[in-house]
């Protein structure tokens, strides 16, 4: 009587086994040693951020705090002067613009470019997967630069597209399409339309091919199967890729620089030139810290659109 009492009170034991304890409920000691545990878990990640991004960025708003004085000198204060310069300047108005339609522009072009690779990528059952995968993102091996120095070869006055049109008869002098905020948006998209492809490729988990044949299967056409099935599926990941190339392009430096021959001004170059030509760290300090509210706008808007599809 004794076995049997104690083998029912044993939830899962074999009849007769009396060798295995019960096994303990979790309680407070459990539950709060395991939230240590992840604090640990967290504790390096936690440091490395604060030592890479959170103490760099409260030096930089510091410094935007203090004055440019003459010849160059760092005036160290507590003062908005730099932020009154920059809001009050139409200048740097226009800047801020160039940067967002910029952004805009390449993100917009970017992600409708890579859509369609990006689906195909996703629904293919080859076993060349990984390798059309491989091949989409292979661009990245190669250096920014060197792939800004070949569009400039492509969209020079020189260059293979005017060489061609010119031949032709099409045109009679070089279309200028180099030195300018063209040339850099298309040198842009192309660099960073794998990075698209990738946010697409890991935003489109709910794409299920099931819904897709019952809509055909109920007599819907291949366009409204699209319109009203894939496209509300795969908008989280349109807006993700839409982001992640709106937020590396208004933060690109080197090839608008390039591509724009010192004629496109944009944030980036703007705080390059404040920063080494005329030493006026504060200003470029401050044009960085207005960057990165753009950011964070655009971050929270993303979140916005994201949750509304994910209730909707």
């Known amino acids: 009587m004794s076995a049997a009492k ?103 072009a970017a992600v409708v470019l890579s859509y369609p690779l990006a689906l195909f990528l996703v629904r293919t059952t080859s076993k060349w997967k990984g390798v059309l995968i ?39 002098t070089p279309l200028r399409m180099n030195n300018n905020m063209f040339g850099s948006t298309v040198a842009l998209v192309e660099i960073l339309m794998p990075y698209s492809i990738l946010a697409m490729i890991s935003g489109f988990g709910r794409l299920n091919p099931a819904l897709e044949e019952a809509a055909g299967s109920l007599g819907a056409s291949k366009f409204k199967v699209f319109t009203k099935v894939t496209l509300p599926l795969t908008l989280p990941g349109i807006f993700t890729g839409f982001l992640l190339v709106f937020v590396l392009a208004i933060s690109a430096f080197v090839t608008p620089r390039l591509m724009g021959g010192g004629r496109v001004f944009i944030l980036a170059t703007e705080i390059y030139n404040e920063a080494t030509q005329t030493l006026n760290w504060p200003l470029a300090s401050a044009l960085a810290m207005i960057l990165l509210v753009v950011f964070g706008l655009f971050i929270l808007l993303y979140q916005r659109a994201v949750k509304r599809i994910d209730q909707g």
Do not use: K
């Open 6 to 108: 104690t083998t029912q009170g044993t939830p899962g034991a074999a009849p007769g086994d009396t060798s295995r304890p019960a096994p303990l409920l979790p309680g407070r000691g459990n539950r709060s040693r395991t939230r240590w545990e992840l604090l640990a878990l967290l504790i390096p990640g936690l440091i490395g951020l604060l030592l890479a991004f959170i103490l760099p960025v409260l030096a930089m708003f510091r410094m935007s705090l203090n004055e440019h004085g003459t010849a160059g000198a760092l005036v160290e204060t507590i003062s908005i002067a730099s932020y009154q310069a920059v809001l009050s300047d139409p200048f740097y108005w226009q800047v801020i613009w160039n940067t967002l339609v910029m952004g805009f522009g390449c993100a917009l």
């Open 134 to 172: 491989a091949l989409a993102i292979a661009p990245l091996l190669t250096s920014a630069v060197a792939r800004t120095f070949g569009w400039i070869a492509i969209l020079g006055d020189q260059g293979m597209i005017n060489s061609v049109l010119l031949a032709l008869g099409v045109v009679e």
